[in-house]
Structures are given as C-alpha cells and as structure tokens.
C-alpha cells in the first residue's frame, strides 16, 4: 500500500558482509533501487551526520564512517522506511543483541563497539530524502505512490 524509499548505508566493518546483508535486505521483500560504494570524506561525513554535530561521540562517529568504504543504498518497498530500521534492529550492538537477536545490528555489529553498528536507514520521509540526494545527487526518481494515491518525491 504505502511504498515508499529509504536510504541505507552499510558501515565499514560490515562491507565484507555483503552477501549476507544482501540475503538478507531480498528475503525482507525490498528492491534495492541503487547502490553505490564509496569512501566519505571528512566533510561530506560531518554533512550526512549533521544533526549529531553538538554530541559527545560526533568526533568518533566520524572517525569510524570515514574509516574505510561504505555502501549505499536505495531500497523501496512497503512502508521501506520502517521496515528497514525494524531489519536493523536498535542502535546500540549490545541491546540489539539482548533485544532482537536476529537483527541486522545484533548480526553484523561489532561486539566491542556499540556504535559500530554494521548499518544505517533513514529515520523519516525528509531524512530518506535528504539522505537518497546526499548519495545519489545525480539522480531522478519517479514520485512513488502513497497508500492515499498520493505522489510522494522519494
Ligand atoms: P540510528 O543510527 O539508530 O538512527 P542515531 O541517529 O541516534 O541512531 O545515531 C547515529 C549513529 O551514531 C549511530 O548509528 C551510532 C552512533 N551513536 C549513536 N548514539 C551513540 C552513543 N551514545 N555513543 C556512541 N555512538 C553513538
Ligand atoms: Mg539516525
């Protein structure tokens, strides 16, 4: 009914998972719309995570997303964007792991780092917005069709 996009990105730790991140975002029933690998860099790391700028663990989370290659895609699909953040399961690695075992974040993270949390998704309409031009500035999407008939800019 309600299809919408999201942006996902797969951090770097988890790069290597590919195949099975991939195993698992097609089981889920999404459509990986693009992808594109790329290594951020500082600034375009700083712009992505901006509404984290004034946090205490901002310095770190750009040292760790800038670290090495990350994947980012495009999935579509039914109500996508809370799909995906269900898939991925809580932000902390040590409470995914307590709370939903089976979760991408549970699966794939790092067990000695709670922040390296193996992926990201987009957490509203406007941030998956914002989030698919940041990645993929070049590119023109067909509007997706809301559950109300509705066109919505994804
Ligand atoms: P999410 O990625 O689940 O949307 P978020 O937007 O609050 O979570 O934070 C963005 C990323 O920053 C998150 O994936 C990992 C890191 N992070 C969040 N809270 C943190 C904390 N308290 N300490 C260290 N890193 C944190
Ligand atoms: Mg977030």
Do not use: C
């Not at 009914?1 to 029933?29: C, F, H, N, S, Y």
Request: net charge negative; no cysteine; proline share 6%.
């Amino acid at each position: 009914e309600k299809i919408q996009r999201t942006l996902a990105m797969v951090k770097p730790d988890a790069v290597d998972r590919w195949p099975e991140i991939e195993k698992i975002i097609l089981e889920e029933g999404f459509t990986i719309v693009e992808r594109r690998q790329v290594r951020l860099m500082r600034a375009e790391a700083e712009e992505f995570y901006a509404e984290h700028r004034d946090k205490p663990f901002f310095p770190d989370l750009l040292q760790y997303i800038t670290s090495g290659d990350v994947l980012a895609l495009i999935l579509a699909g039914e109500d996508a964007i809370g799909h995906w953040r269900r898939v991925l399961g809580p932000t902390r690695v040590s409470e995914a792991r307590q709370e939903a075992p089976g979760s991408l974040r549970a699966r794939f993270g790092s067990p000695h780092n709670d922040s390296h949390n193996a992926a990201h998704g987009s957490d509203s309409v406007n941030s998956a917005h914002r989030e698919i031009k940041f990645f993929f500035p070049d590119l023109t999407l067909e509007p997706v069709l809301t559950g109300e008939g509705a066109k919505e800019y994804l």
